[in-house]
């Protein structure tokens, strides 16, 4: 190992000197100065590595570094098979991905470090999507907290975790914003929101990297944070995965770029592809996204990394004739590096010699992601990740477990609660019937992109309820009822049905295996499962009170379940802690504070379905229903659950919305407060909403949108005013001429418990 490090700093000896006479030299032959590197870090130093080593490396090594590798781990489109060992003794590998463990990395590291030319370190990268080993909840429902402290720090113990096993680069956070439930991925993101999605993709870049100053990468435990996937891949068509996108530009500017621009403001440091196109365009080859927004409005300046293969998927897309042609296509728009597709290090050295590109191009692209190696220390210490003894230290201890059951609890959300079926009462409950196909489910715990979450591990519902409930009164007889795979199996209705008759609540747990959500896993039929529903019919004949508890990755058609059971517990995938925090949940233990990030239709025909939608010119008044009115006629036009929807096992009370003026102008502000009181009889947090509508404008305004909220402890009877700014920023939109602005007019504002909270409303002038 010595040996190999001196190695590296010897070349490293030889090649920083030289940046006296190269400088920046290398871009002398680029068309323009359009293609002049701009240096992530800002850091002279790391520039003038960067340029010298540059200076010495051929054509098919820069290349090299530009082209990503995929282990035998997951995978999500062609393989490539095993060609990338030959590239990897060339130096020709500027990253893997899907390999995991320090010894392992080691040793792929020590076969770059030993045979290349160069001693270039390889950057490994991984989906850390919702933790490493230790599994958080969700995205989706981590989201549904609504809090950014702890949204953070569990992208820190994830970024602690992997960085322990050699990964110094998480393909996170997925920051679409997403309104169709019947696309899978709608797991991996924050909901349907802007402003909140701004807010959490900020969190989790800040979580991931650990870093204040670009400096801060150099602390080994720090990650490499990616956003993605650029951009708007959350409005795919009919809910499919790698469907068509047809958006306006207004609306990708309005909706769906601004997460992204929050993460650059966060400091993230890459950024990936989508599948998608936009206006006839793939993403991978999209100059306008990623050269004319991201790199000249937004001036983003570290690297971007394609989506798995998404460089060959441009010839299916009918955008390129053969792959040759689309790695030009996606060179020239701006894209860094190639994931697992071999298209640059097949063809660009051709393309070079056939003057179809620059090597300005090559250059360009090369520098950005050596400066993450140098950035990571790589060059230092190759080996800075790859420490077994800091693995074992590190990798699901303790504390980091006591983290995940924290945030599943908060990620609980309390859809219904008819006549205060929950909390079970430990003193009071007699017998309890454990009923369903997730009560002693383990597999399903930790959600799809639980990427070395061990499954094996995760707390089901029944241990966590059998701990919970250990010498109380409360006694429970369990049945599967159904099979969560097995659709025409009805074999054990009778069991379950038999142990219902004995108890006096029934306790049933069902949902959707952890395979129907997540990447390609999209469905147009969003209803719980028809074996688990007819049981559920069956159990409702004997008179009992049901309580609900769902495991599932999308918001569901619960039309039937909100009519006939008593309560329903929304507890999403809820990680490798799940089956504790559930049970903290029914007991009463913690009280659930969640609410939705993401709206619940009544059914599928209701799709796409969000609560900051645009009024039409013949508005349905649900009150005062009306034939010839923008409306359905066989459901109502509102969801079955709102966006902001979560209950309490309180209550809270609003009054008292104050303005402390009625108009302001350019440079200044309101403030609006609110008193907020715990009416109920448990201390509680509430999460205080505020929203914000422009009643009349150039370009139409959604009825309202959320522009603040603060989460707040309230024990029982107890009181607090909650205040908030509102200036020029939160009121601003982009206009006709695709610019954002401010326009004079009338402004109505909330403060509530949810967006479908209409009673404390005030309005206020802009001039």
């Keep these: 190992m010595n040996i190999r490090r001196l190695l590296t700093k010897a070349t490293l000896l030889l090649i920083v000197p030289a940046t006296l006479l190269v400088g920046t030299a290398f871009i002398k032959d680029a068309p323009d100065d359009d293609l002049k590197w701009k240096s992530y870090s800002g850091d002279a130093e790391i520039e003038r590595k960067v340029d010298s080593l540059l200076a010495i490396m051929t054509i098919e090594e820069k290349i090299g570094q530009m082209t990503q590798f995929a282990g035998r781990g997951a995978v999500t489109g062609p393989e490539i098979g095993d060609e990338f060992k030959e590239y990897l003794q060339k130096g020709m590998v500027g990253s893997m991905f899907n390999v995991f463990g320090a010894k392992g990395l080691r040793q792929l590291q020590e076969q770059a470090m030993q045979h290349s030319r160069l001693k270039i370190p390889i950057l490994f990268a991984a989906d850390v999507i919702h933790g490493y080993k230790t599994t958080f909840p969700m995205p989706l429902a981590e989201s549904c907290s609504w809090d950014l402290e702890l949204m953070e720090k569990s992208a820190r113990i994830a970024a602690v975790e992997a960085t322990s096993s050699g990964i110094s680069w998480t393909f996170a956070p997925m920051v679409d914003i997403a309104r169709d439930p019947r696309w899978g991925r709608v797991m991996e993101g924050a909901g349907e929101d802007v402003y909140l999605g701004n807010e959490i993709a900020k969190a989790r870049v800040k979580g991931f990297q650990g870093i204040k100053t670009y400096k801060d990468f150099a602390d080994p435990f720090t990650m490499l944070a990616c956003a993605k996937h650029f951009a708007a891949y959350g409005a795919v068509q009919a809910g499919r995965d790698y469907n068509t996108v047809d958006i306006s530009d207004r609306t990708l500017k309005d909706v769906y770029l601004p997460p992204f621009k929050a993460c650059i403001e966060a400091g993230v440091a890459t950024f990936m592809t989508a599948f998608n196109e936009i206006e006839g365009v793939p993403a991978t080859g999209n100059k306008y996204l990623f050269t004319d927004i991201l790199r000249d409005q937004w001036d983003f300046r570290g690297m971007v990394v394609t989506d798995y293969t998404a ?121 309890v019937a454990l009923i369903g196909p997730m009560i002693k489910e383990r597999n399903s715990m ?322």
């Excluded at 309390?414 to 009071?428: I, M, T, V």
């Excluded at 329903?568 to 939705?596: F, R």
């Excluded at 601003?732 to 009338?746: A, C, D, S, Y």
């Design 446 to 767: 930790n959600g799809e992109w639980a990427i070395r979450g061990d499954r094996s591990e995760s707390v089901t519902i029944f241990e966590g309820l059998t701990e919970k409930y250990k010498g109380s009164q409360v006694k429970f007889e369990y049945a599967k009822g159904c099979d969560l795979l097995k659709k025409e199996d009805k074999s054990g209705f009778d069991e379950a049905l038999s142990v219902a008759k004995n108890a006096d609540v029934i306790l049933f747990a069902g949902g959707e295996d952890f395979n129907w959500s997540g990447e390609a896993a999209s469905r147009t039929d969003i209803k719980i499962p028809e074996p688990q529903q007819d049981l559920l019919k069956e159990l409702k004949k004997l008179n009992k009170p049901i309580i609900l508890v769902l495991l599932n990755g999308r918001p569901m058609d619960l039309s039937w379940e909100d009519e006939n059971v008593d309560a329903i517990v929304e507890a999403w995938y809820p990680g490798t802690m799940g089956g504790h925090a559930i049970a903290d949940i029914l007991s009463g233990d913690y009280n659930p504070s969640a609410k939705l990030t993401i709206t619940f239709p009544r059914n599928v025909g209701q799709i796409p379905i969000f609560y900051n939608h645009k009024s039409t010119g013949r508005p349905l008044n649900e009150e005062k229903w009306s034939d010839y009115k923008s409306s359905y006629l066989d459901v109502s036009n509102t969801p079955l659950y709102s966006f902001g929807h979560g209950l309490s096992y309180t209550s809270f009370e609003y009054s008292n919305l104050k303005l402390d003026k009625e108009t302001f102008s350019k440079g200044g502000e309101i403030n609006v407060s609110i008193e907020v009181k715990n009416t109920g009889q448990f201390d509680g947090e509430e999460i205080v909403q505020l929203y914000v509508q422009d009643i009349t404008a150039s370009i139409t305004r959604p009825v309202k949108e959320l522009k603040g909220f603060e989460k707040i402890m309230l024990k029982k009877g107890e009181s607090k005013t909650v205040s908030f700014k509102i200036d020029e920023e939160m009121i601003q939109f982009v206009n006709l001429e695709k610019e954002l602005t401010v326009e004079p007019g009338q402004f109505k504002v909330w403060i509530g418990e949810s967006s479908d909270y209409t009673v404390n409303q005030a309005m206020f002038e802009f001039k």
């Design 311 to 431: 460089i060959n998927e441009m010839v299916e897309h009918g955008f390129a004739e053969d792959l040759k042609e689309a790695s030009e296509k996606a060179l020239l728009a701006g894209i860094d590096m190639d994931m697992n597709g071999a298209g640059y290090v097949q063809y660009l050295k051709a393309l070079l010699d056939e003057g179809k590109i620059s090597e300005g191009y090559i250059n360009r692209a090369a520098a950005r992601v050596l400066e993450m190696k140098f950035m990571l220390g790589l060059f230092d210490d190759p080996y800075r990740y790859m420490d077994e003894a800091r693995e074992k230290k590190w990798v699901s201890n303790k504390e980091h477990y006591e983290v995940a059951r924290l945030a599943a609890q908060r990620s609980i959300v309390l859809l219904k609660n008819k006549n205060n079926a929950l909390p079970l009462d430990k003193a009071k409950t007699a017998k």
